[in-house]
Structures are given as structure tokens and as C-alpha cells.
């Protein structure tokens, strides 16, 4: 079967500055496919791009299909299809929820019996019904993020794409929009989201695509990438006099990364580094299974959060 | 999987409509406040200036000054309401509610985004100068029924300037630089342009300045509507209204698409 969405070498230039360098990726259908990186890395540049709302530059000429659709020409096509979910909410502040659904669901030509049942079957999804009468401003962000993404299922797209989800929502929130999406997925829907949460990614994204500075790093599915290209555990010493005391005594297959006042010491023999934690006090040190933040440290030298 | 494109989204019509209707939404939400002050306007100005002034002046161009008045009233209407539509209204929509970057994720594209937006203009200013010849009218202060070609004169009025006020909207670099644009070009307009008195009354080296003003145009088909009066020469009024929205819209278009796709 085709991809849903293939994207080959695309460039975007910002006058001098070159947000998104020559990235290529392809989404399959019904799986979800995330962009992985720290603001700035040309993520969200790179969600426009795919619907249309920016161009890609024309030098080096790349390629875009959505659907088979460019969405340099054909971003009506691609947008008719899909549901957008804009990092910003920009919900219409002007119309209260059920409005602001029912003004959308005209952008879609839906009959107006089928948009109210559309509406109430997508506001009791999103667990929005108490709420439907209810002005923008009243609503939490939590609210409002629900409702952004129930305002991009109006048209039970094909493809689902998200910027930034979760971002600022406290962890109850994020948990229910993931089972929300996992839902979704379920029911055969494709969905390219963007995060800098590497939890994120982990919990719901079959695949994903690391990017930094406009360019890719690694591609493949989380727990594959984790398992293959880092150390499994890893102990965080958190403060340096306290990585002054042990460092003579690494195990010699250690590797060791440094950023701020944190070192952080990755191997495959979780005894050796349970030993060394041993030796240091309650507060100094956490120890835990290497994760996507630890690769992305890995290949670029740099913290996610080191960036934003 | 190429699939042929037409079919695929709604067509321009329902985009169009889809944005009106948003903007209709609004207006209609609060009712009383958006919907009583086109009423009252006509009434405050008509009792301050037309029962007042009309005892010094007598007669303006050939009729009673206050029926004067009362033809021209509902074209700066449905221009001011325009123009503050499309100026006020779409910069905060632009920059401030990011309610066209919410738009632009559903199958809209920025030009239906923007026209619908003048053609929600042109129906305000349709309803604004049909506000106008209702109070005017009851008072039987202009000809009935072809005063009822008003409202059509008030849609073009709106569309011009919605045109105009969305070209103003692409330059100015802040909110309050539309202050230039209604105290320099709107207000010496709704004085200049045929409304107050006519362009006759004027120096002979101003008149043709007062030709450049889009609402000269609109007001002459205004009065010439209101007194069955046609005449050859409207057709240019016509055009240069036709002609100037044209322009505008295009020009503004273009500019603030740059604003809206990166």
C-alpha cells in the first residue's frame, strides 16, 4: 500500500536561516508517526508544509504528497481529508464550543443534520458534553485542546495531524488525550503528530523521526531505537562533587555524558552501575532505564530542554 | 491514487459561505447591540443635524435639505461599517485571535478566507443602509419605492471598502495607524464626496479631486437610485466602483496572503 504521506529532501529557507534541511520521511497508513525534537528544530515548519499552510522552498526542489496530493497546489484535497490540529488552538473566542464546531463543520459541507450528530457524538468523545454551551474563555486548556482536536474530526478524516498535542497540559490530560488518539488509531486512522516529549512519542507513535536543527537524526520505531542504538540503564549523578568521588571507579564499559551540572553514566551492566550508586548518597543520584531523551543526548551532544 | 480534484472538497460557493457564515454567526450573537445602532444612528443624526441645520438652510439641490441628506445618509453608513469591518475587525482576527490560522486548517483556502470576509462586508453594508432608508423612510423624508435600489448601492459600498480597508490592513504596522486612515482619507470623504452638499457648490480646481473619492461614485448611484433619475454618465460610476474593488481587493489579497502562507 502506498504511504499516506511521503515527504523526499525538503527544504524550507526562512531568508538566511534554514529551519527544515532536506528532510525525507514516509507515513503509513494507520499507524502513528511522530517528529521528534526540541522547539526550534523545524518540527512545526515541517506540519505546515504538509498541509499547505507553508511552501516549501523551491531550491533544492523536494517532494510533498499527501494522498497523492501536493499540497503546494492541492492543499484544499489534503485538508478536506484530514483534520488539522494547529499547535495554537486558535478556537474562535467569539462563539461558544458547540458553535465554533457547527461554524466548522460548514467548511466541510456537512448537511446540518449530519453536523449535529457529528457534534454531539464528537463532544461526548471528547467528554466535552457538559460544556457545549460554554464561551471559549471558561474553558481549561485541557478543554480546549479536546476541543481543537474534536474540531479536526468533524469530517472523520483519514489522517489526523497534531502540533504539539500535549504541550503545556498537565499529565492527567496528556494520559487521556493519548488514550483518545490511541482510540483513533485503532479505528484505522493515520496520525502524524509533533512532540518534544519523548514520552509522548514513546506511549503512542509506532514510528518516529528525531529531528535537530532542521535535519533528521534517526528514524525507526521508539523502543527499537532505544534498545539498539543506547545503553539500556542508565545513573544520573546530579551533582559533580558527588561525580568527582566515583569517577575513577567506572565500569569499563561506561560511557559518560555531561551537560550542566548532571552526569549522566550509560551501560548495559546494570549491576556495575548499581554498585557505583551504592556508593553515593539518597538525593545525589536516580537511576533508571535509558530512554528517548538519553538518545537524543546521545547524537547531538545536547539536552531536549537544553534548546527551548 | 490520483483522484480527480474536483470532487474532492467543497466547491468555491460553500467555502465562500462557509466564511460568511462564520461572520454571520457572530453578528448575530448579541443582536440588540449590533443590531439597534445602524437604527439609531440615522435617528440621532437626523435629529441633530437635520432638524437643526434644516432651519437655516432651506432647500439643497433643488430639494428639502433634510431629503438631501437622507440619500446620501446610507452610503457613509454602509462605508464606515465596511470599512471597520475590514480594517479593526481583520487585523484583530489577523494578530490578535488568530482566527484565520483556526480557518486555515479546514479546507479554506486565504483568498475564500478574505473574500468571503468582503462579501460579509458588502451584506453589512446592504443591512446598514437598509437600517438608514427605514428610519428615513418612516419619516417620509425619500421617494418610495425606488428608494429600495439604496440597499443594493449600500452592498457595492461595502465591498469597496472592505476592499479598500483590507489593502490599509495589509500596511499598517500596528493597530492604531488605521487612525490615519479614517481622520485623513474616511471623515474628509463623508464631507467631500456629495453627501453634505453637492460637488457643484465646490471650487471648480476641487471637483475633480472630489472624482477620485470612491463614495462620490457610490453616492451619486444612490441618489440617482432614489429619484429614478439614470442617466448614461452612471456607468462610470459603475465602473470606477467595479474598477477600484478590483484594485484594492486584489492588491490586499495578495499582500496579506504573504502574512497568512509562509
Known amino acids: ?308 | 491514487m490520483r483522484n480527480s480534484e474536483k470532487t474532492l472538497f467543497p466547491p468555491l460557493a460553500v467555502r465562500l459561505y462557509g466564511v460568511w457564515f462564520r461572520h454571520f454567526r457572530v453578528y448575530t450573537k448579541n443582536l440588540i447591540s449590533n443590531g439597534l445602532p445602524p437604527f439609531l444612528e440615522p435617528l440621532i443624526f437626523l435629529a441633530g443635524i437635520g432638524l437643526g441645520m434644516s432651519r437655516y438652510i432651506d432647500t439643497m439641490a433643488g430639494m428639502p435639505y433634510i431629503t438631501f441628506l437622507a440619500t446620501g445618509l446610507p452610503i457613509t453608513a454602509a462605508m464606515f461599517t465596511a470599512a471597520f469591518e475590514c480594517s479593526y475587525g481583520t487585523y484583530i482576527r489577523l494578530e490578535f485571535d488568530h482566527v484565520y490560522e483556526g480557518m486555515l486548517a479546514a479546507p479554506v483556502g486565504v483568498h475564500d478566507l478574505l473574500i468571503g470576509e468582503i462579501i460579509w462586508a458588502g451584506t453589512k453594508g446592504f443591512f446598514f443602509s437598509l437600517a438608514v432608508i427605514i428610519v428615513v423612510g418612516a419619516f417620509g423624508l425619500i421617494p418610495f419605492p425606488w428608494s429600495l435600489t439604496t440597499p443594493l448601492i449600500g452592498f457595492l459600498t461595502g465591498v469597496m471598502f472592505a476592499a479598500l480597508s483590507m489593502l490599509i490592513t495589509s500596511i499598517v504596522k500596528n493597530i492604531n495607524q488605521f487612525n490615519f486612515y479614517f481622520t485623513g482619507f474616511l471623515s474628509p470623504m463623508f464631507f467631500f464626496s456629495g453627501v453634505i452638499f453637492p460637488l457643484e457648490n465646490l471650487p471648480a480646481f476641487l471637483r475633480p479631486f472630489a472624482e477620485l473619492f470612491p463614495l462620490t461614485h457610490a453616492v451619486r448611484l444612490c441618489r440617482a437610485g432614489d429619484f429614478a433619475q439614470f442617466h448614461p454618465s452612471l456607468l462610470i460610476d459603475l465602473l470606477f466602483i467595479a474598477l477600484f474593488t478590483a484594485v484594492a481587493g486584489w492588491l490586499g489579497i495578495m499582500r496579506l496572503k504573504k502574512k497568512l502562507i509562509r
Not at chain 1, 514516509?26 to 499552510?53: D, H, R
Not at chain 1, 448537511?111 to 471559549?136: C, H
Not at chain 1, 496528556?174 to 519523548?198: A, D, F, P, S
Open chain 1, 1 to 308: 500500500m502506498d504511504p499516506v504521506i511521503s515527504v523526499s529532501s525538503v527544504y524550507k529557507h526562512f531568508g538566511p536561516t534554514c529551519a527544515v534541511k532536506g528532510l525525507s520521511f514516509s507515513v503509513p497508513a494507520s499507524l502513528c508517526f511522530g517528529l521528534l525534537g526540541p522547539n526550534g528544530a523545524g518540527k512545526t515548519t515541517m506540519m505546515k508544509m504538509v498541509y499547505g499552510v507553508s511552501q516549501r522552498s523551491a531550491h533544492p526542489p523536494g517532494a510533498i504528497s499527501v494522498f497523492g496530493f501536493d499540497p503546494q497546489h492541492q492543499s484544499l484535497a489534503i485538508k478536506f481529508i484530514s483534520g488539522v490540529v494547529p499547535q495554537e488552538n486558535n478556537l474562535d473566542e467569539e462563539l461558544n464550543v458547540e458553535e465554533n464546531l457547527r461554524v466548522y463543520a460548514r467548511f466541510y459541507n456537512l448537511p446540518s443534520k449530519t453536523a449535529a450528530a457529528r457534534i454531539k457524538e464528537l463532544l461526548e468523545f471528547m467528554e466535552l458534553t457538559g460544556k457545549r454551551r460554554s464561551g471559549i474563555r471558561e474553558l481549561s486548556g485541557g478543554m480546549k485542546r479536546r476541543l481543537t482536536i474534536a474540531r479536526a474530526l468533524l469530517n472523520n478524516p483519514r489522517l489526523l495531524i497534531l502540533d504539539e498535542p500535549t504541550t503545556g497540559l498537565d499529565p492527567q490530560v496528556r494520559h487521556l488525550i493519548w488514550e483518545k488518539l490511541r482510540n483513533l488509531k485503532r479505528q484505522g486512522m493515520t496520525i502524524l503528530l509533533t512532540t518534544h516529549y519523548m514520552e509522548e512519542a514513546f506511549h503512542i507513535c509506532e514510528s518516529i523521526v528525531i529531528m535537530n536543527k532542521g535535519e533528521k537524526i534517526v528514524e525507526g520505531h521508539p523502543h527499537e531505537l532505544v534498545g539498539a542504538a543506547i545503553e539500556p540503564f542508565v545513573l544520573e549523578v546530579t551533582k559533580p562533587e558527588a561525580f568527582s568521588a566515583v569517577s575513577s571507579s567506572l565500569p569499563p564499559s561506561a560511557r559518560v555524558e555531561r551537560s550542566n551540572d548532571i552526569a549522566r553514566i550509560y551501560s548495559s551492566d546494570r549491576t556495575a552501575l548499581q554498585e557505583l550508586s551504592n556508593r553515593l548518597n539518597a538525593g545525589e543520584y536516580y537511576f533508571r532505564q535509558s530512554n528517548l531523551e538519553d538518545l537524543f543526548l546521545k547524537v547531538t551532544g545536547s539536552t531536549l530542554n537544553a534548546q527551548q
